[in-house]
């Protein structure tokens, strides 16, 4: 499913984001990259979703080679890859309902098909009640939610959170990690990009380790044990 081969990443003028990592994610998988900051997790992030290119090495996600994706290829690629960031980026003036139906506006997708997923992916999320409220009606968690619910509606392979709880209180952020664990039972590819101890080992996953750019653990039911 993913693939990465040989990755390197320098930014200028010599600073090493990744040094030669090598990365192979199944299908169906739930994976959590763990490391402290700066140690490459959301470089690969990045790399995955084609913000960032890589400076050597090969990245190939469902068999498709995307080292060197043009620019209109882009916008597909990331209609089969759902993306969490910690910031919300909510619309502030639009509804639950028009923020996660409008991920499906710009991408040209029929009003008779929009009033159909949106209430099925808010069903989802358990917000299928407050699709009329707007943002700052709602708690952090269920900001968190509308979020994941708009990175549902193109049915992605791929769903990567990158530090999904970073803003929330204990129960909120087990209530996300439970809503991906959820979405992982259909099917769906997890990447969970975090630096969260307490989450990471609750979840008895399998944890790849970063530290200075590299791969230094890599454990099929691991534990986050570096500092924090």
Request: charged share 25%; aromatic share 4%.
């Amino acid at each position: 499913m993913i693939q990465l081969e040989h990755i390197s990443k320098i930014y200028p003028p010599d600073v090493r984001g990744l040094r030669d990592v090598n990365m192979h994610i199944r299908p169906g998988e739930f994976v959590s990259i763990v490391g402290q900051s700066g140690a490459g997790k959301t470089t690969i992030a990045r790399l995955l979703i084609a913000e960032e290119r890589p400076t050597r090495g090969k990245i190939s996600i469902g068999g498709w080679e995307i080292t060197n994706i043009s620019r209109r290829d882009i916008p597909y690629l990331r209609r089969q890859i759902g993306v969490v960031f910690q910031d919300f980026k909510l619309l502030p003036k639009k509804t639950v309902y028009e923020n996660v139906a409008f991920a499906l506006e710009v991408a040209t997708v029929a009003s008779s098909r929009i009033r159909e997923i949106v209430p099925q992916v808010l069903k989802i999320v358990g917000l299928d009640e407050k699709g009329k409220r707007f943002p700052q009606q709602l708690s952090g968690g269920e900001q968190q939610r509308v979020v994941i619910a708009r990175s549902l509606v193109h049915r992605p392979k791929v769903l990567i959170a990158d530090e999904p709880t970073g803003n929330l209180d204990t129960i909120s952020m087990r209530e996300i990690i439970d809503l991906l664990e959820k979405i992982n039972s259909f099917g769906t590819t997890v990447v969970l990009v975090t630096h969260n101890r307490e989450v990471v080992n609750a979840l008895r996953r399998r944890v790849i380790t970063l530290s200075d750019g590299r791969v230094v653990s890599d454990q099929a039911e691991g534990k986050y044990l570096l500092p924090t």
